[in-house]
């Protein structure tokens, strides 16, 4: 069935640093993806999209590529802030025919903390 | 423009007692709707989803049971609530008569079971 693979966190880093949180999925057809963030105690956020191979899901300075051939959706920022600090999660939606339309599959979630 | 709701935002209830959260939609209508749970340091689990009044589906055996009275309203309720209930609650929604994906999710409850 379908799954995300999430890195385990929690990542830490200083501010201005640069960040990835790698996330793989395993997926039948072609699956939307997503990074959703969490920041603490609230509801999850959709943060960026990606529908189609070799497309690039950007927003506030985040961004991540869908690659088939890696079954691979990556998130990465050039330079973090304190602000950052949250959890994040990668999603997969069912893909047309495949049952689980409309359906997210996530990650664990991974926790970034950010150090002034 | 779109918003859902939540309440309450925070529940602290006995073992045995029953439970009712309610979430409600805004600015659309005709919502897939969805009721997630997540545990303390662990990721989502999908319990129930709507495509319709009156239209629910289970994800995963439990304690717990979801209703939709009406078109923008999704209940999650529990005759006897277990200690292993306490987590935190999400509701979410997406749009029901297109392919898009994304779901937008309300502010959650947080519910403790003592």
């Known amino acids: 069935g379908n799954s995300v693979t999430q890195m385990e966190g929690p990542v830490t880093l200083s501010e201005e640093a640069f960040l990835t949180i790698n996330c793989t999925y395993t997926a039948t057809g072609y699956p939307s993806l997503f990074w959703y963030v969490q920041y603490p105690g609230e509801g999850l956020q959709l943060l960026l999209k990606?529908?189609?191979?070799?497309d690039k899901g950007s927003n506030k300075g985040f961004e991540a590529t869908y690659r088939k051939e890696t079954t691979s959706f990556h998130l990465e920022k050039g330079s973090v802030q304190v602000s950052d600090s949250a959890v994040y999660f990668c999603?997969?939606?069912?893909?047309?025919?495949?049952?689980?339309?409309?359906?997210?599959?996530f990650g664990q979630g991974t926790t970034l903390q950010v150090k002034p | 423009s779109q918003t859902i709701h939540q309440w309450p935002a925070t529940l602290v209830q006995p073992v045995g007692s029953p439970l009712s959260l309610e979430c409600t939609v805004e600015?659309?209508?005709?919502?897939?709707l969805y009721w997630y749970r997540q545990a303390a340091g662990r990721g989502l689990q999908l319990l129930f989803y709507?495509?319709?009044?009156?239209?629910i589906s289970s994800e995963v055996p439990q304690n717990l049971s979801a209703s939709r009275p009406q078109d923008r309203q999704f209940i999650l309720s529990s005759k006897k609530l277990l200690l292993s209930d306490s987590g935190f609650y999400l509701c979410?929604?997406?749009?029901?008569?297109?392919?898009?994906?994304?779901?937008?999710f309300g502010p959650g409850t947080r519910l403790t079971v003592t």
């Open positions: 600015g659309t209508s005709n919502p897939n």
């Open positions: 979410a929604w997406s749009q029901g008569d297109t392919m898009t994906d994304e779901q937008y």
């Open positions: 990606a529908t189609k191979a070799d």
């Open positions: 709507s495509v319709g009044i009156g239209q």
């Open positions: 999603a997969l939606s069912g893909s047309l025919g495949s049952g689980n339309t409309g359906k997210l599959i």
